[in-house]
């Protein structure tokens, strides 16, 4: 691998100046002005060398023809972290941060060859079974019942509010929970990726959650997905279905969320698309497509492990390696900028490639279309509430993810029986407010918020 210093100095701020070190792609400054960090990582070749928490080192993919390789190339190029060099020779404590990210579990994210296939299959042939127009209506029902909780407001914070929630009840929805499953799924799957709670009791809850949903649903099957994975030919043990529940959640959950959310972010703030609150034809489709082109929710991952020592366009790779790719950095390579137009929609790498790609990509391309458009419909007056400049992003290695969204409208009161009764083409289901309710006030709290809103549809 090159080294770091016989090339140009990283962006100024960033902890690596003048240092020698890889290149941080942990701190404030790395998450304040990625695409500056990827083009000075571009001078090293299509891979560059960084540190994805202290003590975590790896090699970071940067140009779309060497990922699309890599990710291509099963054969050279493993899922299974077991072969991580530096995590089996103990250079990677066991309490590292990123480690959740990338340690190894029997689910088809991290299995290669015959078991991936087998795991995968039963993912790919359960999520077929999802109807389009169904899951199309059952996002603008959870959309209709979150925006009901703020309309009344006249404010909201549309991450916290809204994106954030949104896949987490959809997928309630999709897996088949009962009111006091969902409600700690929430829970747990929200404390995993939310800094300020208790992670590990999160897990915890998470995992005794999908531990009763998989006997719930070996008693009584029903029509969704955790049934139609249990039912799947591929025979999978108790254990293997909570791992490839795990698996559905957190790629459908924390990347859902980022990608409704960065589409409203280029709504709201991004002038080349000033005057698109008003969603027709194709509008918020080409939004999605932006970011998944230049801001994908989740920026950089895909971990790879080289059987052997290898040459990736010129730069070299040893066994054992940990080898990420940067789908933003691949997405924005100048070497595209010629041809992006004219490339299919679907060219980027945001859904990843290859036997690992997305199985879910449609859906949560259209879960985000329609959380957007709802909410448009139901307050098409909607702006930022804040300067954009004051507008912060979560620092981490994997994510693009903004801290809050902080959004203002005109207050309307939404009825109840119009908005179940609504499509989404009808145009908002709302009346003119009174005064603002107290932000505290109709208020689910997410240890609570799948059954609330099963009481609301249902009342």
Known sequence: MNNQSAFPEPPPGCPAHNSGRRVPMYGPEFAADPQAFYDHMRHYGPAAPVELAPGVDATLVTDYAAALQLLQNPDTFRKDSRRWRDLNEGKVAPNNPVLPMLAYRPNALFTDGAEHLRLRQAVTDSLAGVDAHWLSRQVERVSSYLISQFSALGEADLLSDYAKMLPLLVFNELFGCSPSIGDRLVFGTSGIFDA????????????????????????????????????????????????????????????????????????????????????????????????????????????????????????????????????????????????????????????????????????????????????????????????????????????????????????????????????????????????????????????????????????
Not at 282 to 309: F, G, R, S
Not at 345 to 372: E, M, T
């Open 196 to 459: 300020s709670m208790d992670a590990e009791k999160a897990n915890e809850e998470l995992t005794q959650a999908l531990i009763e949903l998989v006997a719930l649903k070996r008693r009584q099957p029903g029509d969704d997905v955790t049934s139609r994975l249990m039912a799947h030919p591929a025979k999978l043990s108790d254990e293997e279905m909570i791992h490839q529940l795990v698996m559905l959640i957190s790629a459908g959950t924390e990347p859902q969320r980022n990608l409704i959310a960065n589409g409203l972010y280029l709504l709201l703030c991004d002038e080349k698309h000033a005057g698109g609150t008003q969603a027709g034809g194709l509008l918020v489709e080409d939004v999605i497509d932006d970011v998944l082109w230049n801001t994908p929710p989740m920026a950089n991952y895909a971990p790879h492990y080289p059987v052997c020592d290898v040459d990736l366009g010129g730069s070299l790779l040893n066994a054992g390696d940990l080898v990420l790719i940067s789908f933003a950095a691949a997405n924005t390579d100048p070497a595209l900028s010629s041809s992006r137009q004219v490339l299919s929609k679907r060219a980027h790498l945001a859904w990843s490639a290859g036997p690992h790609a997305c199985p879910a990509k449609d859906s949560g391309q259209l879960i985000a279309v329609a959380a957007i458009e709802n909410l448009l419909n139901h307050l098409p007056d909607i702006e930022l509430a804040v300067p954009v400049e004051s507008l912060t992003w979560r620092p981490g290695p994997f994510h693009r993810a903004l801290n809050s969204l902080p959004a203002r409208f005109a207050p309307v009161r939404m009825q109840q029986s119009s908005v179940k009764s609504a499509t989404p083409s009808a145009g908002p289901a709302t009346t003119p407010a009174a005064a603002p309710q107290p932000r505290s006030q109709g208020k689910a709290s997410k240890s609570s918020a799948w059954s609330s809103f099963l009481a609301w549809w249902r009342s």
